[in-house]
């Protein structure tokens, strides 16, 4: 079965900028519809910082999450800098110290971001935000895990489960954010930050995909 080294995880932090940088506009048309429209300025941001910071540096996946989670966190604004940083670095705890990291040291990384991200915000499925594209990706991660399943096998589900995710938000009635003020209006639209999330979590995976090798 093949493995994913947290010393091979650079190219995968720089796939999942690309993603958010390709879809800065994007993000920003589908935030705009029932948001304030800074959704994809913000994240292209705080990701472009990172590029720039760590571009010409050696990093692991694990590094990679935690100075990316520091940045987002730190330094770009609205309310998804904290959100995007606390669980991109709850991940990296989670992997902290590990050389290999298997599909259930990957499963559980997700799932501590999750958890740190439920630690800080009071949104759960249903609420139209990226707890709607992250929970089902981590159920499926976890599912694969406890059935031994390869990365070549998690990896792709994962990314479904995201998308599914990400496009059930459309008929939802936004719970939080400006949005909410919207009510029944909210109904209909894609929420930026489900959106966001399956771009970085699609990016992600590809990346993984892309890095594993050979035991």
């Known amino acids: ?17 690309k993603g ?4 800065k506009a994007y993000l920003g048309e589908v935030d705009g519809l029932i948001g304030d429209g800074d959704h994809g300025m913000n ?9 720039t910071r760590f571009a010409d540096q050696e990093f692991t996946f694990t ?3 935690e100075e990316l989670g520091m940045i987002l966190l730190n330094e770009i604004g609205g309310s998804m800098g904290p959100i995007y940083g606390t669980i991109l670095m709850d991940m990296a705890e989670a992997g902290e110290g590990l ?5 259930e040291d990957f499963a559980g990384m997700l799932e501590a971001g999750l958890e740190g991200l439920c630690g800080i915000v ?12 992250l929970s089902p990706a981590v159920d499926v991660m976890k599912e694969a895990a406890a059935s031994g399943k390869s990365y070549e096998e998690a990896l792709p589900a994962m990314k479904k489960a995201a ?14 954010g400006r949005s ?6 909210s109904r209909g639209v894609l929420d930026a930050g489900a959106t966001s999330c399956c771009i970085i979590l699609t990016s992600m995976a590809d990346g993984i995909l892309e890095a594993v090798s050979e035991a």
């Open 122 to 133: 009071d949104a759960k499925v249903g609420d139209k935000t990226l707890v709607d594209t």
């Open 163 to 176: 998308e599914e995710g990400r496009d059930s938000t459309k008929d939802m009635v936004a719970k939080f």
């Open 1 to 17: 079965m093949k493995i994913f080294r947290n010393d091979a995880g650079k190219p995968v932090l720089m796939k999942m900028v």
């Open 99 to 103: 050389e290999e990291i298997r599909v």
């Open 63 to 65: 590094e990679g999450l």
């Open 20 to 23: 958010i940088q390709e879809n």
């Open 180 to 185: 909410s003020r919207l009510g029944e209006r």
């Open 43 to 51: 994240m292209n941001k705080g990701f472009t910082v990172f590029e």
